[in-house]
């Protein structure tokens, strides 16, 4: 089939929840991806922060061509040796005591959520306890993570959501201060905001949330489905900042493209119990011998360092096209995952498509931002590549 064949049977039977670009992907090499019609695009989206590795990894794909060819499932009724392998793997790099495998982030944060939960209940809060979230925060798109994310526009349509969820102001302590007492079961906030911006958390106000955890006995949640697994150049975004969550919530570059997530927790915090929770693909021997081997790719190639050094030239880059470009307000982010707010009467819309046609790949995020996450792997020629695209861009739809 031709593109625009497969847009039309692609529209015909999906159920249209995305907006998608009219372009159809066919197969990626490095941190390039390339359409049916064989045009090439520099990836700085990688999947919506999924491709922390760029495509056709060579170690990946043997590690999981090798899984395929001795066992992709079991169920959770049997232990495999991926799963225990990847399940110390993580829980060390995160200085988490225990983990549960998931399919997906929101999953990830419905776990979370239950967890806390049952944690509040075992400490005299059942019938009482509440949920504080933050504006401008996205979880997910099942009922519990899409309700306590920060955007009324996302929970209106499935109303009622879930009980006793209070919004705070990110970034604002005091907002937290005010709504939190001995009744709150947990705090969820994403260490960097994604979808929302591209908003890291300051110092101040993510120390402050966890006193404020330790002050009333509830449970801090992290969520790093996005801003996690290297992308900061740290393995995760909280540890920039000198403090230990609860629970914390990673996914995407998890597997880099094999769809899976996961939520550790204390042994403190770790509540659940034979019953409590479950999950028939979770952690199944194919997406964990994934996992085992991106951590081994992580560890080996250096890759927090890589991020760190191409992450600093990424902002050096962003912060001369800002200094020139009246179009551009605000420059946010860490390491790889950074953003550029446009003033108002530039749209990051405009942007975003007009830099797909000269051959870039950047996605859009809330406040008229264009958000940065490619692969953890591009190089500084990456860079100046896809800055000059950018600029290009922006004088075009300016």
């Known amino acids: 089939m031709n593109s625009q064949e497969i847009i039309s049977k692609a529209d015909r039977y999906y159920l249209h929840t995305y907006n998608r670009f009219p372009i159809v992907l066919d197969h990626g090499e490095g941190v390039y991806l390339y359409d049916k019609d064989g045009k090439e695009y520099l990836d700085f989206g990688s999947g919506i922060a999924v491709c ?11 590690a999981m061509k090798a899984q395929i060819d001795k066992l992709t499932h079991t169920s959770n009724l ?4 991926p799963g225990a392998n990847a399940a110390e793997k ?25 967890l806390a939960k049952k944690y509040a209940n075992k400490n005299g809060k059942q019938r009482f306890h509440n949920i504080i979230a933050m504006d401008n925060s996205f979880h997910g798109r099942t009922l519990g993570s899409v309700s306590v994310t920060g955007h009324e526009e996302y929970r209106t349509p499935f109303a009622p959501m879930i009980p ?8 604002d302590l005091e907002s937290v201060k005010e709504i939190m007492n001995e009744e709150t079961a947990c705090v969820i906030l994403e260490t960097i905001q994604g979808e929302g911006g591209i908003y890291p958390a ?10 404020l955890c330790d002050k009333y006995d509830a449970l801090m949640i992290c969520d790093e489905i996005q801003c996690g697994m290297g992308r900061t150049g740290e393995m995760f975004a909280f540890q920039h900042y000198g403090i230990k969550p609860d629970i914390v919530c990673t996914a995407k570059a998890l597997g880099c493209g094999v769809p899976v997530g996961a ?31 991106v951590m081994d790719i992580f560890e080996e190639d250096r890759i927090l360092e890589h991020v760190k050094e191409v992450g600093n030239y990424l902002w050096e880059q962003l912060e001369d096209l800002e200094a020139v470009c009246h179009a551009i307000s ?6 790889l995952i950074q953003g550029i707010q446009f003033i108002p009467q530039v749209s990051a819309s405009a942007v975003v498509k007009a830099c797909m046609r000269e051959g870039l790949i950047l996605i859009g ?6 958000r940065f996450v490619p692969p953890l792997v591009i190089s500084k020629a990456d860079v100046d590549k896809a800055v000059g695209i950018l600029k290009k861009a922006i004088e075009s739809v300016s």
């Open 202 to 211: 300051s110092p101040d106000f993510i120390k402050g949330i966890r006193e």
């Open 365 to 370: 995020a809330c406040n008229n931002t264009v």
């Open 52 to 62: 922390g590795l760029g495509y056709s990894n060579e170690r990946l794909k043997n």
């Open 164 to 171: 006793k969820v209070i919004f705070a102001d990110y970034n």
């Open 78 to 81: 049997f232990y495999h040796e």
């Open 90 to 114: 993580l829980c060390k790099a995160a200085g988490m005591d225990r983990v549960f495998f998931t399919n997906s982030g929101a999953e990830a944060v419905e776990g979370a959520l239950k």
């Open 330 to 335: 605000y420059h946010r982010g860490i390491g």
């Open 263 to 293: 939520f550790l927790c204390t042994e403190k915090a770790a509540s659940m119990v034979t019953g409590d929770h479950g999950s028939t693909y979770g952690g199944n021997p194919f997406v964990c011998a994934a996992i085992n081997e």
